[in-house]
């Protein structure tokens, strides 16, 4: 349990240093894939696993929007 706390922690921490334009989409991404690693027995690999997943669809949202509005059609 203290271990978990201690990852928790970490986590959060290095979240709390990263840009707020870097956390789009890695906060979700990280909960579910520290879930899911913690599941497996790798909560930290899960949860930075998370985060990329998380910033790439976050990333590929953005772009896809940007491209809507350049097309002139209205969302």
Do not use: F, P, W, Y
Request: include cysteine.
């Amino acid at each position: 349990m203290t271990r978990i706390l201690i990852r928790a922690a970490l986590i959060l921490a290095a979240v709390a240093l990263a840009g707020t334009a870097e956390a789009k989409g890695c906060l979700k991404g990280a909960v579910v894939g520290g879930i899911a690693g913690h599941m497996a027995g790798h909560g930290v690999v899960g949860a930075a696993a998370g985060c990329a997943i998380g910033r790439h669809e976050a990333n590929k949202k953005d772009k896809t929007i940007r491209q809507g509005d350049r097309d002139g059609s209205a969302r």
